[in-house]
């Protein structure tokens, strides 16, 4: 807890985050009408009656929404409430057009739940989730079309939402950027949103406050609206400092709503922060109480998926890769089928932790140089296994395969194909071999004297003049043999 400390200049201060995540349902209708909830299409195209807020339109709740609600719950270990009630929270957007947002207060869909935070020094640390609620989106203003008018598009207003509420437990803006990757994994695994931050489907709101170690909390403020891992963090330093130096300077913290300003990397006031009375919650008379069926939810917790960290735990324990690598492998769930298809496919078994290395370092490698996922690799999962079967049988050396592997990716061609038609397969011929090792030796006499007087690192530079006049496709291990019994 130490390391998170932040000094200013009268000692040291604690920095307390919780964090509200509001995730948009993978469902192709929206909460409480049938309208569309694809993203993408024209301003006010995907609008029903019910969202726009037409007298005498009664919601419907979409069974969908509800399904997925839950199976999230299930996955971040909470308890599951079969009874919950839906609420009118009150006020003004010239997006919200009804005044009021269905949402759910005082008995949510989804109580108490954890979510475990990897540290980058190995450990973990459980994070408390307080509640997870369903709501509506509201629609968005747009204020860059017109120089002095706002324009309104509809189309968002009355997307199903997941408000997912952690307690106060984040300590960092580290903390917080990757409670909110691991919150995003959980979600991609489960089906439940498509995390897509830059389409606005998820987002989050970050309340901070500074104390005194072990002192009581201080004033929060809440950082409204902040849609990368980047500007979490970022939002969260500055922030942080903001208050210390206003606390140090004499002043106070005032509660307030804040806007994260990405390109100066500033927060700024938005609003003063309202309470729960400020919204005048009661109970929404157009809609029943949800009850959920007991065995329904059972069902669905039988259906669930492996998560990243049953997964990471049987990475390590079955495969024997480290929990760093295996961290990163299960982050995100195409990036776990594409290894296990590499290491395991239809029950013959390669070596994980070469087939790990090839994953993480020269395609992830590949990968970001072009600025392509996973999903996008010209290299199959199939073909990459390929490719480790000829370093396994040694038709490839290690340097070869690097090369084969770079034109797999080029031409999203299978590496036998690659190898049959460059003539790249591996010399391991003895005779073929010696001969190339006494042009070598031939040719090098200095070297070999060196060697010979006792400086056997010069093994190294003999090597490397074989595989060079075999054009890289000599076996190194057959090399060294050769040139170790011809030097006596």
């Known amino acids: 807890m130490s390391d998170n400390l932040i000094q200013g200049e009268t000692g040291a201060w604690e920095v307390v985050i919780g964090m509200e995540v509001h995730a948009q349902v993978a469902s192709k209708a929206k909460l409480f009408s049938g309208a569309s909830t694809a993203f993408g299409a024209a301003p006010n195209s995907q609008v029903s009656l019910v969202d726009a807020a037409m007298p005498g339109m009664l919601p419907v709740i979409n069974a969908e929404c509800v399904r997925q609600a839950v199976l999230t719950g299930l996955g971040l270990k909470a308890a599951i409430n079969l009874v919950s009630v839906f609420d009118r929270k009150n006020y003004f957007y010239p997006d919200l057009p009804s005044g009021y947002q269905i949402s759910q207060y005082k008995q949510p869909i989804v109580g108490e739940g954890v979510l475990v935070l990897d540290l980058k020094d190995g450990g973990q640390r459980a994070i408390a989730i307080e509640r997870l609620h369903l709501e509506q989106d509201a629609g968005k203003s747009l204020h860059d079309q017109h120089p002095s008018k706002t324009y309104i598009d509809l189309n968002r207003a009355g997307a199903a939402l997941m408000e997912i509420v952690s307690k106060p437990d984040l300590r960092s803006g580290e903390e917080a950027a990757a409670y909110l990757e691991k919150m995003r994994s959980i979600l991609r695994y489960i089906g439940s949103c498509d995390g897509n931050m830059q389409e606005g489907s998820m987002r989050a709101d970050v309340n901070v406050s500074v104390r005194k170690p072990g002192g009581p909390l201080g004033t929060r403020c809440e950082i409204k609206n902040v849609n990368s891992l980047r500007f979490v963090r970022q939002a969260v330093e500055y922030e942080a400092r903001r208050q210390i130096e206003l606390l140090e300077g004499g002043g106070t913290v005032t509660q307030e709503t804040r806007l994260f300003d990405s390109g100066a990397g500033t927060t700024r006031t938005m609003r003063s922060k309202e309470e729960a009375h400020d919204y005048r919650y009661f109970p929404d008379p157009d809609l029943l109480p949800l009850e959920l069926d007991a065995a329904w939810v059972e069902k669905l917790k039988a259906g669930l998926p492996e998560l990243p960290d049953e997964k990471k735990q049987r990475f390590v324990g079955d495969y024997g890769l480290s929990a760093y690598d295996a961290g990163v492998l299960v982050a995100e769930r195409a990036t776990a089928d594409f290894f296990e298809t590499v290491v395991d496919p239809k029950g013959k078994k390669r070596d994980p932790k070469q087939a790990a290395n090839w994953v993480l370092s020269e395609l992830f490698g590949r990968l970001h140089k072009d600025g392509k996922d996973i999903a996008q690799s010209p290299v199959s999962a199939e ?72 400086q056997t690192k010069v093994i190294g530079f003999l090597v490397g003049q074989v595989m060079k006049a075999t054009s890289g496709k000599a076996n190194p291990q057959a090399v060294n043999a050769l040139l170790h019994k011809a030097l006596g």
Not at 419 to 436: I, N, P
């Open 383 to 454: 073909n990459l296994g390929g490719l480790l079967d000829l370093l396994a049988d040694a038709t490839l050396s290690g340097r070869l395969a690097k090369d084969v592997f770079a034109a797999m990716f080029d031409s999203r061609r299978p590496a036998a194909d690659i190898v049959a038609e460059r003539g790249l397969k591996q010399v391991t011929d003895t005779g073929a071999l010696s001969a190339a090792v006494e042009q070598v030796l031939a040719a090098n006499p200095t070297q070999v004297a060196q060697y010979r007087a006792g």
